[in-house]
């Protein structure tokens, strides 16, 4: 799959040459530029993850966040993506590699879901543009919203544990 992919991206760009050499060089500095502006951050939370399962291994993660985790691995995910401020681009990644190591779908679920939707971190700045009322009625909404979710994809993916 990776490799056709791959096979199709480089076909698609020797089109995008044929047709217009300028253009298609200007699209690659472009894109050249997102990513180098993308790496950093990808690679600052990659060998984060990475030292994160040198010391603890599948057992110890299953345990904390696995599917057996219950209730508690459910909030203590929800806690955590609600304070941690990463893209998605990057959290998606991550997810993949904590659900290799043991975790349970529902709680990557609500990891994944409170990180995209709760900002604890960006309160602050979501409070002096809309108001503390709102600010705090949207978080809450969201973190409340984020658990309809892990278990709406706790039955999909057959995770459950209530």
């Known amino acids: 799959m990776n490799i056709s992919l791959y096979v199709i991206t480089l076909l698609l760009l020797g089109a995008s040459t044929w047709r217009d050499k300028m253009k298609t060089k200007k699209a690659c500095k472009k894109a050249w530029k997102a990513f180098e502006n993308i790496m950093p951050q990808f690679l600052g939370v990659i060998v984060l993850v990475g030292m994160m399962m040198a ?83 949207r978080n809450i909404l969201a973190f409340l919203f984020s658990f309809i979710v892990a278990v709406l994809v706790g039955k999909v993916a057959g995770g459950i544990w209530l």
């Open 55 to 137: 010391v603890f291994d599948a057992a110890f993660i299953s345990r904390l966040i696995g599917d057996q985790s219950g209730p508690l691995g459910l909030v203590l995910s929800a806690l955590v993506g609600s304070i941690t401020l990463i893209p998605g681009f990057v959290a998606f990644p991550t997810a993949a590699i904590l659900l290799s190591n043991g975790a349970g779908h529902m709680q990557i679920a609500a990891f994944v879901s409170t990180l995209m939707m709760v900002g604890v971190v960006t309160l602050p700045v979501e409070i002096q543009y809309f108001g503390k009322k709102i600010a705090w009625s």
